[in-house]
């Protein structure tokens, strides 16, 4: 089997974690490749399309992590040389003109690949580009259900539907609720699958128990299911009304060894999810965190296999905080962050720096791989408070760029990872899969886009970040689910430089270039009427710069944060009850009163349930 590689050289560092050992002669390279879709190794040879340092045996001895895999081939490109390493001029220029698109990896490749992410890519990812070779040739595309086609609404549960005694919570509460729900013509809800629950106690002993006591409880009530693989913490986002931990065997491992966790440049330890550095290492138990992560998602497979693909009809897949593909760039617990902050870069457990090192050494800038960038400020700065993110600041320069490559490319690398793993676990189920985009729309205004930055989004004035991710998303039949989706530029604090709509526009564009399904939530809570417009004119997907007003298939799906007491208090719930109808039927805004006249026979038969529901919340 041979896969073509896509990644710089740096990913390649990143990727086999400094398994790399001996250049031969006919420019082969033995790499060890631990197989993420289950125990043992995946026997492949890849070709690599770039540049590889002239002492790769030398530079492996400084960064190589692991020895516990037996060794596969590797053989680089014949076009590509491994005499000397580029110089800084010769690396930007490549960058930034190399014309010849890169070929796309094999399906059967399930290493991680950390797919280019600078504007010359864009040209390969493109939907019209001969190389784009989809492994998921009948994804819904704009045309599969037509530009008037309705938006089925979900909502997401409580965080703490299930208890620490994996018992289902608030159980009456939980079925007056559903009753509404399903008399205001919501489609089904979305529950989080914390892994810090199930896998709680020890290694590979699942207790599913109490979901599937809370998913028999949806079915019965002829709702759909879209269940996320929470492989994160409940706790320090917006939003997060309990604490659920990883599972207790995972911290132990963190706190024995403290590089497990994303860490920012004062050494301050993120537990909310484990550091992507470590993705292809046995840390866990003698198992990388992939292979947790895929025999968590083989178990649940497992057990609710007659409900995948009826009432379990989608999977989204958690690949970071908050359940997103992203950095943990702007963590709110203790004050850390507040919002519009810029973040900070989360690359400092030593195996991320093991992987900026080699990326550094192979284009012979060894003093650029001491950390990220000095002069970045802190998590809440502004812009142009830093010298790294003003106008004209380092994210422009040559370190600028290598490090924002190298950051957002392995970024890509974790998610490609993840996501390929997931697609062959629940391949043929007939249930769809889905993955998190952040809407980081604050300071989107700017020239640098610190915030996306520093989540690892490579997005600025002068590049699009978001279609390399749609791409990748494409590849594996991937729905785009995106944030922010109620929110408008006029609501927003005129300091911060927002723009969410802006934002929803570009990773639109995006994702109808790598022809991929897109589905919506909202960020922040909101009941009223003017968020309730806005997405439903977001929902269409029509780009709001557009003077034709092109109609294109709109979302798949929209879900709506969260199922609570306030959702059903009377004013909320006889607004929820016609937006929900309205989504469904795909139909746009005339007037509010004309909507609610049109869905008052629905609103009056929804009420004494709302209103049902509501007590029962109150009581628990």
Same mark, same amino acid.
């Given at each position: ?22 250049? @031969? ?49 590797? &053989?680089?490109? #014949? ?33 991680? +690949? ?17 190389? /784009? ?23 997401? $549960? #409580? $965080? %703490? ?45 699942? !207790? ?8 028999? =409880? ?21 939003? %997060? ?5 990883? #599972? &207790? ?10 590089? *497990? ?12 999810? *484990?550091?992507?550095?470590? %993705?292809? *290492? ?12 895929? %025999? ?23 690949? +970071? ?28 457990? &030593?195996?991320? /720096?093991? @992987? ?36 004209? +600041? ?23 990872? =993840? ?47 978001? /279609?390399? =991710? ?8 991937? =729905? ?52 309730? &417009? ?37 004013? !909320? ?48």
């Amino acid at each position: 089997m041979v896969s073509v590689l896509p990644c710089p050289i740096g990913s390649i560092q990143s990727s086999f974690c400094g398994s790399i050992k001996q250049l @031969s002669k006919d420019g082969s390279a033995a790499i060890k490749v631990p197989c993420s879709t289950g125990r043992g190794i995946c026997q492949v040879r890849c070709v690599f399309q770039c540049r590889l340092p002239a002492d790769v045996s030398q530079l492996s001895k400084r960064h190589a992590i692991d020895s516990d895999f037996p060794l596969v081939s590797l &053989k680089t490109s #014949p076009r590509t040389s491994v005499s000397t390493p580029p110089s800084e001029e010769g690396w930007r220029r490549s960058l930034h003109t190399q014309s010849k698109p890169y070929a796309l990896p094999s399906k059967d490749l399930v290493t991680p +690949g950390a797919f280019p992410s600078s504007d010359r890519h864009h040209e390969c990812f493109s939907s019209g580009s001969s190389v /784009l070779e989809k492994e998921h040739p009948n994804l819904e595309t704009n045309s599969s259900r037509g530009s008037s086609a309705g938006v089925p609404v979900y909502v997401m $549960l #409580p $965080l %703490d539907s299930i208890t620490f005694n994996n018992t289902v919570n608030r159980r009456r509460a939980l079925n007056a609720s559903l009753l509404a729900l399903k008399s205001a013509g919501v489609a089904g809800v979305m529950l989080d699958v914390w892994w810090g629950l199930v896998e709680r106690d020890a290694p590979e002993k699942y !207790n599913w128990s109490g979901y599937k006591e809370l998913m028999d =409880i949806i079915k019965s009530h002829g709702l759909k299911i879209q269940a996320v693989m929470s492989f994160h913490q409940c706790g320090g986002n917006v939003g %997060d009304s309990c604490f659920i931990p990883l #599972p &207790k065997w995972v911290v132990e491992e963190m706190d024995r060894n403290a590089d *497990l966790a994303y860490t920012d440049k004062h050494g301050r330890r993120n537990y909310e999810c *484990l550091s992507l550095g470590c %993705d292809n *290492l046995p840390v866990l138990k003698g198992r990388t965190p992939v292979q947790v992560y895929a %025999d968590y998602m083989r178990s649940f497979r497992d057990t609710f296999k007659d409900m995948l693909g009826e009432a379990i009809v989608e999977i989204q897949v958690g690949m +970071g905080p908050a359940g997103e593909l992203r950095y943990p760039s702007y963590p709110e617990s203790n004050g850390t962050w507040r919002f519009p902050g810029i973040g900070e870069f989360q690359c400092y457990d &030593k195996y991320m /720096l093991a @992987s900026l090192r080699a990326a550094a050494v192979a284009i012979g800038k060894r003093e650029w791989g001491h950390g990220g960038p000095c002069d970045a400020g802190h998590y809440n700065n502004f812009p142009e408070e830093t010298n790294f993110f003003r106008r004209d +600041g380092g994210w422009k320069s040559a370190y600028g760029e290598f490090f924002l490559d190298w950051y957002s490319g392995i970024l890509l690398a974790h998610g490609e990872l =993840i996501l390929t793993t997931a697609e062959s676990i629940f391949r043929n189920t007939g249930a769809k899969l889905s993955g998190k985009v952040s809407g980081i729309h604050w300071h989107y205004g700017t020239r640098s886009h610190a915030s996306e930055l520093t989540a690892g989004y490579y997005n600025t004035r002068f590049r699009d970040g978001y /279609l390399p =991710i749609a791409s990748m998303f494409g590849r594996h039949g991937i =729905i785009l689910n995106f944030t922010c989706i109620e929110m408008r530029d006029s609501e927003q604090p005129p300091e911060a430089r927002c723009s969410p709509e802006n934002l929803i526009s570009q990773v639109v564009l995006a994702a109808r270039k790598a022809r991929v399904p897109v589905a919506g939530e909202n960020a922040l809570p909101r009941y009223d009427e003017t968020a309730y &417009k806005q997405i439903v004119k977001n929902s269409r997907l029509r780009n709001h710069n557009d003077p034709q007003n092109a109609a294109f298939e709109p979302m798949c799906a929209f879900t709506f944060l969260r199922l609570n007491q306030v959702l059903f208090h009377n004013d !909320n719930w006889r607004l929820f009850v016609p937006f929900v109808r309205q989504m469904a039927e795909g139909r746009i805004f005339n007037g509010w009163e004309e909507e609610r006249r049109a869905t008052e026979l629905f609103v009056h038969a929804a009420r004494p349930l709302g209103q049902e529901a509501a007590a029962a919340l109150a009581h628990n």
